[in-house]
């Protein structure tokens, strides 16, 4: 059973920075691609960032591509979502997620493509 937990949401004013952070138990965790998420109240869930097994690759949405940055470390079992220059926009509750399948190289951004989540974290951005 693969277990994620988020840490690191908060309040911040608009133009601030956060990192959040993600554990995860399993000892296959660097075999799959890891995805940050979030749902802002009343919306569908959508795609932030994610990183490929190996962290060789990533990938952004538009929305966020410039001021977010995903890493990983495959011998703490942990990834990361850096959040800078953040907007009132911003404000979501945020997921990481696992890939459904192991993908050494190739980076997911469907939720149907993940198949473990974490509880979440919140994030809200004053203006």
């Known amino acids: 059973q693969v277990q994620l937990v988020e840490s690191g949401g908060g309040l911040v004013q608009a133009g601030g920075s956060l990192r959040l952070s993600c554990a995860a138990s399993?000892?296959?965790?660097?075999?799959?691609?890891m995805g940050w998420f979030r749902q802002a109240p009343g919306k569908e869930r959508e795609f932030a960032a994610a990183?490929?097994?190996?962290?060789?690759?990533?990938a952004y949405a538009d929305s966020v591509r410039g001021r977010f940055t995903i890493s990983r470390d495959n011998a703490k079992n942990a990834v990361w979502l850096q959040m800078n220059s953040l907007k009132p926009e911003d404000t979501a509750v945020y997921y990481c997620?696992?890939?459904?399948?192991?993908?050494?190289?190739?980076?997911?951004?469907?939720?149907?493509?993940?198949?473990?989540w974490g509880q979440g974290t919140q994030v809200t951005v004053s203006s």
């Open positions: 997620a696992r890939s459904r399948a192991p993908y050494s190289d190739y980076v997911p951004s469907r939720t149907y493509e993940y198949d473990y």
């Open positions: 399993g000892r296959t965790f660097s075999n799959y691609a």
């Open positions: 990183i490929s097994g190996s962290g060789g690759s990533n």
